[in-house]
């Protein structure tokens, strides 16, 4: 007796693949989001590691470090030995006692190769090298933007390469220019956060509490250029200043370690940012350089602005240890008080 073998008809297994093919599309967003929420809860661990950082730092030389100091050292540089990168800071200077104390971070136009070397015996060499050397938990792993930044800096004196991170420190709940004068100035009084320029904040300095102040928040910046033809920019007057074939401030990275424009008492939002822009507010940088010099302030409130790769959220560490994903939502006035270590100020930036 024949046996009669069944098989599947052309049409039959063209509706079987059209039926795992939409059961695979169902999946793929589930596939996606599990995905993004691990990384978001390894971006959380992250900024949890660089908090505990600061708060052993405060433990060690009774308070916090500052955002920048006069050597052009960052904040991320004071805790490497917290973050169990001791030989990354042993290799740095930051304390040169050369007539200009900044050459150890900046002003020199090296890439990183056979001059520039963390076994170097220049200490300026060392320090070049160290501007360029990955650290994970700088990064946050869903974000496309941390990585090497070669030659993007418009001053001819910049180092040529930095590694970008994704975290930057609270330094004001003040809407102010990077190079704000005042910034700079003793006792300061726009930088009303937890990080000050060369002065380093103790416990009592924050009158709203460590776990109501802000300390680190995420930072994301654009693939668009940072480089445009035409005019460099400033704050408030409304008018563009001919600087030559670039143009400053349509988007700035944030680095780490220190910063090769700290001597020149500018582009501190290289390293801290501030409350009085919401975060995630703006989409895209505004293209300033074709005669549009109204549109200087939301270029430059870019470079000061929390922004994230997570979808309607942002996340931020406090004082004492927490770290929250606050939603793009929050009411402006709560968020902005939250980047205030003292409270009860009255803001003349914000209408």
Not at 37 to 42: C, E, H, S
Not at 50 to 77: C, M, V
Not at 78 to 84: A, G, H, T, V
Not at 107 to 114: A, I, M
Request: proline letters at 5%; charged letters at 20%.
């Amino acid at each position: 007796m024949t046996r009669r073998t069944h098989a599947f008809t052309l049409v039959e297994l063209l509706v079987v693949i059209a039926i795992i093919s939409l059961l695979v599309l169902l999946l793929l967003p589930a596939i996606s989001a599990a995905r993004e929420a691990a990384r978001r809860t390894q971006c959380i661990n992250r900024l949890k590691q660089l908090q505990a950082g600061l708060i052993n730092y405060e433990s060690a030389h009774q308070y916090f470090p500052p955002g920048a100091d006069k050597s052009g050292a960052a904040w991320p540089a004071f805790i490497l030995p917290f973050l169990e990168e001791n030989a990354l800071f042993d290799a740095l200077t930051l304390d040169d006692p050369a007539e200009s104390a900044v050459d150890s971070l900046g002003n020199r136009d090296w890439l990183p190769g056979s001059f520039a070397s963390l076994e170097s015996k220049d200490p300026a060499a060392r320090n070049v090298a160290a501007l360029a050397k990955p650290v994970s938990v700088f990064t946050c792993p869903s974000s496309a933007s941390y990585g090497i930044n070669s030659g993007n800096n418009v001053e001819n004196d910049g180092v040529s390469q930095q590694f970008r991170i994704n975290y930057a420190a609270c330094g004001s709940h003040n809407l102010l220019r990077d190079d704000d004068p005042r910034i700079f100035s003793e006792p300061n009084t726009v930088l009303t956060g937890a990080f000050v320029y060369d002065q380093p904040l103790n416990y009592p300095k924050f009158k709203d509490g460590l776990s109501k102040t802000i300390f680190l928040g995420e930072v994301d910046y654009f693939d668009e250029p940072s480089i445009r033809t035409g005019c460099g920019i400033r704050e408030f007057d409304n008018q563009c200043d001919r600087c030559g074939p670039t143009c400053i401030g349509a988007v700035k990275d944030h680095v780490y370690l220190g910063s090769d424009d700290l001597d020149r008492m500018q582009d501190l939002s290289e390293l801290i940012c501030s409350t009085a822009i919401m975060p995630n507010s703006i989409d895209r940088p505004l293209d300033v350089c074709a005669s549009q010099c109204q549109k200087i302030n939301a270029n430059l409130r870019i470079e000061m602005m929390f922004r994230s790769p997570h979808a309607g959220l942002c996340v931020f560490s406090f004082g004492d240890g927490s770290v929250r994903a606050i939603s793009d939502s929050i009411d402006r006035k709560i968020f902005q008080a939250l980047g205030s270590r003292r409270g009860s100020e009255t803001n003349h930036y914000l209408k």
